[in-house]
T-cell receptor, first 115, second 110 residues
Framework: EAGVTQSPTHLIKTRGQQATLRCSPI?????VYWYQQALGLGLQFLLW???????NRGNFPPRFSGRQFPNYSSELNVNALELEDSALYLC??????????????FGPGTRLTVL | QKEVEQNSGPLSVPEGAIASLNCTYS??????FFWYRQYSGKSPELIMF?????DKEDGRFTAQLNKASQYVSQLLIRDSQPSDSATYLC?????????FGDGTTLTVKP
């Protein structure tokens, strides 16, 4: 069974540009989570999508946005890039069963570098 | 105070010893609890999850959860191997949102 996939692997942008990151969840998973991990730091929760809707959002400015498509894949958009946006962006997928949320499985990540 | 607290380490143990990693969290609404392992430059991988008070064992790994007072979870790694050297992240799960600790870096010395 294929795991969570993310594209691109690496992305280099300059300040002020926009970045688009993509994620495909494990087949059968309806939830997609996005996290930011700056070098040497922990995971910071960005966004949670489930069944096509944004369910929760972390403490990030509005220039971080995303969406989930009918096939449950997801896109993270970062507008007006700043140098401190340079980080590893991780996507995770999960599913709900019996009214409970289950473990999250992570993709390999997209390394975003802002110059 | 952070929602999820972990000792940053680094924690160093000799090969074959028991490594003990602790995690404290304040969200009493947490439905379940996860432990992830992250090797340098890689994404986190789930190693243990526990839903209720008590212990859960899986091979060399044991996760303990105590919701009685301040929520505490402990991860024990028996017979530690050099391949266990990584950063271990804990994450309580509440209504679909995981809040991760900053992780404890473990080094197992041969």
């Amino acid at each position: 069974e294929a795991g969570v996939t993310q594209s691109p692997t690496h992305l280099i942008k300059t300040r002020g540009q926009q970045a688009t990151l993509r994620c495909s969840p494990i087949s059968g998973h309806t939830s997609v989570y996005w996290y930011q991990q700056a070098l040497g730091l922990g995971l910071q929760f960005l966004l949670w999508y489930d069944e096509g809707e944004e369910r929760n959002r972390g403490n990030f400015p509005p220039r971080f946005s995303g969406r989930q498509f009918p096939n449950y894949s997801s896109e993270l958009n970062v507008n007006a890039l700043e140098l401190e946006d340079s980080a590893l962006y991780l996507c995770a997928s999960s599913f709900m069963w019996g009214g409970s949320y289950n473990e999250q499985f992570f993709g390999p990540g997209t390394r975003l570098t802002v110059l | 105070q952070k929602e999820v607290e972990q000792n940053s380490g680094p924690l160093s143990v000799p090969e074959g010893a028991i490594a003990s990693l602790n995690c404290t969290y304040s969200d009493r609404g947490s439905q379940s609890f996860f432990w992830y392992r992250q090797y340098s430059g890689k994404s986190p991988e789930l190693i243990m999850f526990i839903y209720s008070n008590g212990d859960k064992e899986d091979g060399r790994f044991t996760a303990q959860l105590n919701k009685a007072s301040q929520y505490v979870s402990q991860l024990l790694i028996r017979d530690s191997q050099p391949s266990d050297s990584a950063t271990y992240l804990c994450a309580p799960l509440t209504e679909g949102k995981s809040t991760f600790g900053d992780g404890t870096t473990l080094t197992v010395k041969p």
